[in-house]
């Protein structure tokens, strides 16, 4: 089986010994079972968290760093803001069922807008994520699949934060973390506990009170590689993405057509680049007339760029925080605003075929940047993200194919 014509299971297992071989096993059976239940037809089931807040705002599965991640087996982790303005992580199982939770220390104070966000879960169950305490300090969490934390900082004191954005299924988790100066670092915290942080080479490295939002980590692999990117110390801070390899070589690349202007290039801050089992890559990039634009790296290093039918003037129209998902065959979701300011969620095949969608109860009133946000992508197909109804109220769904 060949993934995007060029990466098949047998090369990947030979190079990635009796782990990859398991993996790759397991991924050609479930590609014959995609194959053969895919069909045009989808199904979307909306939810709410039990406990989430039904004003303005409030809801499941909030809109600013914040994510709505499922797994292989169909279990989505996220979090949602409660009535008293607290943030909480929830799990929903395959059966549809909720546990919610707050990591040690998490502060709950009313009105705080603290709590604790989970965003990412992986296939054994492990969930990862972030916690602000009760000085609005973040820290990373890992929850185990019986419910125990176990909480981590990449760095101590001073502005320090630390945010756990995505892990394996070995449980390294990728993320970034602020220094005691505020400068923004990518890292890998591996399953002992021990880090890895960097800056890129070519990277700002001042706060963000500068205009600088240095180097960032947004995906892991089974095979240790990390994704992110970093924007440059050109005085522009132009966006680059970054691989990093399991052994710790850096990589940087650039998508074709990126802007080299104030805050152009490959990515932006707080934008997901994931990175699938074969070592492709999906995200954004912004031109030099600010459209925002998709793009695909394959694991050789080629560029497929792309744009969802009805896009807007400004295309995809995302310049920080978006989020956009890709599964092991190349399958990608995300979102783009249309001509009437309304998102639209949408799907594009490894065949670079699109289909559009919205949530039932989305709000697609125009003018009012509402609509359905998805987020990530299982191997089966199933989507996962949110939406907002006509109260600005956010609500989670799953997309079946």
């Known amino acids: 089986m060949n993934i995007n014509g060029t ?13 990859a071989r398991a993996l790759c096993s397991a991924v050609c059976a ?3 079972a995609v194959a053969a239940t895919a069909g045009e037809n989808s199904r979307i089931i909306t939810f ?6 039904t004003g303005a705002g409030q809801g499941t599965a909030c809109f600013n760093d914040c994510s709505v991640n499922i797994n292989i087996w169909g279990a989505i982790t ?3 803001l409660d009535a008293n303005n607290v943030f909480h992580g929830f799990l929903r199982s395959p059966e549809g069922k909720f546990t919610t939770f707050q990591a040690p220390d998490a502060d709950t104070t009313p009105q705080s807008f603290n709590g604790t966000i989970p965003q990412a879960i992986n ?13 609005g300090t973040p820290h990373g969490f890992l929850r185990s699949p019986e419910g125990g934390f176990t909480t981590f900082d990449a760095f101590v004191g001073g502005g320090s934060a630390t945010f756990g954005i995505a892990l394996n ?5 990728a993320g970034y973390a602020t220094n005691p100066n505020g400068v923004f670092h990518g890292f ?5 506990g021990t880090f890895a942080k960097w800056l890129a080479s070519q990277g700002c490295d001042t706060s963000p009170a500068t205009g600088c939002f240095g180097t960032a980590a947004f995906s892991i692999n089974v095979f240790g590689a990390v994704v992110g990117g970093y924007e440059d110390n050109s005085g522009n801070f132009v966006g680059h993405g970054l691989i990093r390899s399991p052994h710790g070589k850096f990589t940087t690349y650039n998508v074709p057509g990126a802007g080299t202007g104030p805050y152009q290039g490959t990515g932006c801050p707080g934008c997901s680049v994931p990175l699938n089992l074969f070592g492709a890559i999906a995200g954004y990039y912004i031109d030099a007339k600010n459209v925002v634009h998709g793009y695909l790296r394959s694991p050789e290093g080629r560029f497929t760029t792309f744009e969802p039918p009805g896009v807007g003037p400004n295309g995809m129209n995302c310049y920080a925080d978006c989020s956009v998902g890709l599964n092991d065959y ?3 979701t995300g979102f783009y605003l249309d001509t009437n300011n309304v998102f639209h969620g949408f799907l594009r095949s490894p065949e670079g075929k699109f289909r559009t969608f919205q949530a039932p109860g989305a709000d697609t009133k125009p003018g009012d940047f509402n609509g359905t946000f998805p987020v990530s992508i299982n191997d089966w197909g199933a989507i996962a993200g949110y939406y907002f109804d006509g109260n600005n109220v956010v609500h989670g769904f799953l997309r079946l194919p």
Do not use: M, Q, W
């Open 123 to 135: 296939d054994a169950g492990v969930i990862t994520g972030f916690y602000a305490d009760a000085s």
């Open 7 to 19: 990466v098949s299971c047998r090369s990947i297992a030979a190079a990635g010994g009796i782990k």
């Open 169 to 173: 299924l070995e449980g390294a988790v």
């Open 188 to 192: 890998l915290r591996r399953p002992d």
């Open 330 to 332: 190349g399958a990608i």
């Open 30 to 32: 479930l590609a014959l």
């Open 78 to 80: 996220g979090s949602y």
């Open 48 to 53: 709410d968290a039990p406990g989430a807040g």
